[in-house]
């Protein structure tokens, strides 16, 4: 049992070192940084999937699986104006890695009260609650016992036994965002200026993590302020885009900074009474003292695919020594066309 004990404290060293489960691009998970931001956005739903696979020359690289869907009540599309309304959202994450499938499992749902303060301003309150599930597999690792000289038979016993715990802990988080933006933002419009703050809270009241049975390790406190500036540059179609992320958990931290460019393909054309629009996202995040990323976005009207890299700088693990960084795929799908009913040519 020592020896399990020693290869998971290994394992979840790793893991707490990077604080939390994170994605590079995080504008495509709303939810993760921010509960506020359920319901905040143009259009009636979204449903987001993402997936990120890093350092795949280890053996079992780390792997993570997401999926979001938020959506808002009370907001009436034919009105340019905004009365308060509600949003809420369901996030969904896993996480796992090594030999051992040793990860993380989290089902969240946010709620959040959207308050407009005035033509261009609008304040955002959100909660999260949610459960989690600390897990590993045991059986899948190889033993001293199991070496028959030559190989490392799985057949044979490990004479070792599975003596974890695997409880659900709660998990509660809390966050506020301001938003403006110049004009309201249907999708038909060039010359819009938006910008956002937020500031979040996850993992409230520290809960319980161990997966030791006699185990008393608690989940840290994690903190996020975040921005993003969205410009659209005049008498053009391309439009500049800012954003940074500032996590706090612990003594850790890690910032994100980003920078990306839109192009658009296609007018404010008009297709079976519907508006459609076409744009190519070209852009750059940094993971301070950690890597570049670079990132790749394609938007066909309420559809988006990003894509991206971390280019590795340096590891808390050391020199890499060839190890690969992170790839990262977001597909995400917007439902916005009620937003056109009632509004005239």
Do not use: C
Not at 168 to 175: P, Q
Not at 219 to 241: C, G, Q
């Amino acid at each position: 049992m020592k020896k399990i004990i020693a290869i998971l404290f290994s394992i979840y060293t790793v893991f707490t070192s990077a604080q939390d489960v994170h994605y590079s691009q995080m504008h495509m998970a709303p939810l993760l940084a921010n509960p506020a931001n359920a319901g905040l956005f143009t259009g009636n739903f979204r449903g987001i999937i993402n997936y990120r696979d890093q350092w795949t020359s280890f053996g079992s690289p780390y792997k993570t699986f997401g999926g979001s869907f938020d959506m808002n009540f009370f907001k009436d599309p034919k009105k340019p104006i905004q009365k308060a309304h509600l949003g809420t959202g369901l996030h969904i994450i896993k996480d796992v890695a090594g030999d051992a499938n040793y990860g993380i499992t989290n089902v969240s749902l946010s709620t959040s009260a959207i308050l407009p303060l005035n033509e261009t301003s609008r304040l955002a309150m959100g909660i999260n609650t949610g459960f989690a599930q600390v897990t590993a597999d045991i059986t899948k690792l190889q033993w001293e016992s199991q070496y028959n000289g030559k190989e490392f038979d799985l057949t044979k016993p490990s004479n070792e036994y599975d003596n974890l715990s695997r409880p659900l802990f709660a998990d509660v988080g809390a966050g506020i965002i301001y938003d403006y933006a110049n004009k309201i933002d249907n999708f038909t419009d060039d010359d819009i200026t938006k910008f956002s703050f937020g500031i979040s809270g996850f993992h409230l009241v520290k809960p319980r993590q161990s997966i030791l049975i006699s185990g008393v390790d608690r989940l840290e406190r994690k903190f996020i302020a975040h921005s993003s500036f969205y410009y659209d540059l005049p008498n053009t179609k391309m439009a500049l885009i800012f954003n940074a992320h500032h996590f706090i958990q612990a003594r850790a931290s890690q910032t994100l900074v980003g920078a990306m460019a839109r192009f658009k393909f296609k007018g404010n054309s008009k297709l079976t009474n519907v508006f459609t629009e076409s744009s190519l996202y070209l852009g750059v995040n940094a993971r301070i003292g950690d890597a570049l990323i670079p990132q790749l976005m394609f938007e066909f009207f309420n559809i988006a695919l990003g894509v991206s890299y971390d280019a590795t700088m340096m590891s808390k693990l050391g020199k890499t020594n060839g190890m690969s960084g992170g790839y990262e795929i977001s597909l995400r799908y917007t439902n916005v066309s009620s937003l056109f009913k009632g509004f005239k040519d």
